[in-house]
């Protein structure tokens, strides 16, 4: 038995294929957040400066989502993403791939509809950046090392949480809920 495959048997889907769609998804969202900011109205008339046009911040966020989906894109290319053809839908390297993207959009939406306003900002933060962390680390570890992933989750999780909250309130001075 050879690991080859036959030219009857068609090739499976692989995470370089996934990450040609997210790259293709995520470069469309930056360009339009870039277009979008750049379009808005930049208040002249009030005789605001150009620099805290309210566009500045959505243009410069769509160019960095841009320039890491560009990353993601010319990385997918390299591993050999870019060729679909004979590749079938539904058969993936990756089993388990479904569940863990609806792991990962239960958790995001157990974050702002759940988390967020039923607890200071920072504490709701940490623990879902800890929870998402450790949940999707967890089967990557050998079990002796799983205390140190949590562990890590843990602290990566707070950092985040405070950091951000105090970011927001201290240095863009946005009351969080």
Do not use: N
């Amino acid at each position: 038995m050879t690991s080859e495959l036959h030219e009857s048997e068609p090739r499976r889907l692989t995470m370089a294929h996934a990450d040609v769609v997210t790259g293709v998804v995520l470069l469309a969202i930056g360009l339009a957040m870039l277009w979008g900011g750049f379009t808005m109205d930049r208040l002249e008339v009030r005789r605001i400066h150009p620099a805290s046009i309210p566009g500045l911040v959505p243009m410069g966020l769509g160019a960095a989502l841009a320039v890491c989906a560009i990353i993601l894109l010319a990385g997918a290319a390299k591993a050999g993403g870019m060729r679909f053809a004979g590749a079938r839908l539904g058969e993936s390297e990756a089993p388990g791939g479904i569940a863990r993207l609806l792991l990962c959009l239960a958790l995001t939406l157990a974050y702002p509809l759940g988390l967020i306003g039923a607890m200071p900002f920072w504490l709701a933060t940490s623990i879902f950046v800890t929870v998402f962390i450790a949940l999707f680390e967890w089967r990557r570890r050998p079990p002796a090392r799983h205390a140190i992933a949590l562990g890590t989750a843990l602290l990566q999780g707070v950092l985040v949480g405070i950091v951000t909250a105090y970011v927001f309130q201290e240095f863009f001075l946005v009351r969080l809920p």
